[in-house]
């Protein structure tokens, strides 16, 4: 097995002028690129949605070595139910715990030193009020698990994660690929996992080569794969290869070729000012309200 990278989390966003406020203003993320699609994708990256939707990438960094938030907005939709199987991002940075306190949003110290704030529409932060690192500042996401042992497995046997830790009383697991990357924390949530609406995706990089084998051991071990081996075409840009996969609670998990995937990921200068035009130019608020009537909750 060769290299892999973490490289994303996928939330869906209701409100996308106060999701680019937290981002950019609280959490001092940068805007890494943005895109506009008039339907919606073939490996259903903005969910099970057809109409007009868009991506932009926001992270404290190039791509190609921090861990980064895609933002994905689906027009008609104005808010998404939560479920229990995201359980949140952690982060260093002090400025952001002081952005916070400026801002007036919402903070709560859980542990000393680490405070919990929430992005628009619910999805947990963890800041830990320390100098942001030189390195990448996202250090873990967590996900529900209902079986820790089984998804332990999962991840370690069939993806080939390293386990960093495991604690059988708190009933967590951390894993990853490299020491150097954003960890993937397991934690049981006493019950079944509820992706409900806004469920997300994690997405990991691997030589394309890999890819035929990656969905080749899935169909052996009888383990759900969402979306076969498929190309994905961004106007303009590289076209990507993935597979998209489901572990044993139905957390997807996207595997991208990661040749094209760096190219395609290069950082545009412009990214923030295409998402500020796309949200000026963004009618869609003011056309329900002209007509009394709210976007769809989903």
């Not at 006493?190 to 409900?196: E, F, K, R, S, T």
Request: overall charge negative.
């Amino acid at each position: 097995m060769g290299a892999r990278r973490a490289l994303h989390f996928v939330f869906k966003v209701g409100d996308r002028a106060r999701t680019a406020r937290f981002y950019r203003e609280l959490l001092g993320m940068s805007v890494l690129r943005h895109e506009e699609f008039e339907e919606g994708c073939k490996a259903s990256c903005n969910g099970p949605y057809d109409g007009k939707w868009s991506k932009t990438m926001v992270g404290y960094g190039p791509e190609d070595n921090h861990f980064v938030a895609e933002l994905t907005y689906n027009y008609g939709i104005g808010e998404y139910r939560l479920g229990n199987d995201f359980l949140g991002i952690t982060l260093v940075s002090s400025q952001a715990v002081s952005n916070a306190k400026k801002m007036g949003w919402p903070l709560k110290e859980v542990t000393a030193g680490v405070f919990e704030t929430e992005a628009p529409g619910g999805y947990k932060f963890y800041l830990e009020d320390k100098e942001q690192k030189k390195q990448d500042p996202v250090l873990k996401v967590t996900l529900g698990v209902s079986d820790l042992h089984k998804s332990v497995n999962y991840w370690s046997h069939l993806l080939g994660m390293k386990v960093y830790e495991k604690d059988e009383e708190e009933q967590r697991a951390l894993l990853g690929y490299a020491d150097n990357q954003c960890k993937l924390e397991l934690k049981a949530v006493g019950g079944a996992v509820d992706h409900g609406t806004a469920f997300g995706r994690i997405a990991f990089s691997c030589a394309k080569e890999e890819l035929p084998n990656i969905e080749a051991l899935m169909k052996k071990e009888n383990q759900k794969i969402l979306t076969p081996l498929v190309s994905l075409d961004t106007p303009g840009k590289a076209t990507v290869q993935v597979v998209i996969l489901a572990d044993p609670d139905g957390h997807e998990i996207c595997f991208v070729g990661d040749e094209a995937f760096r190219d395609l990921s290069k950082v545009d200068p412009s990214g923030g000012k295409l998402l500020d035009d796309a949200m000026a130019a963004d009618e869609s608020d003011t056309w329900f309200a002209a007509r009394n009537m709210k976007k769809v909750s989903a």
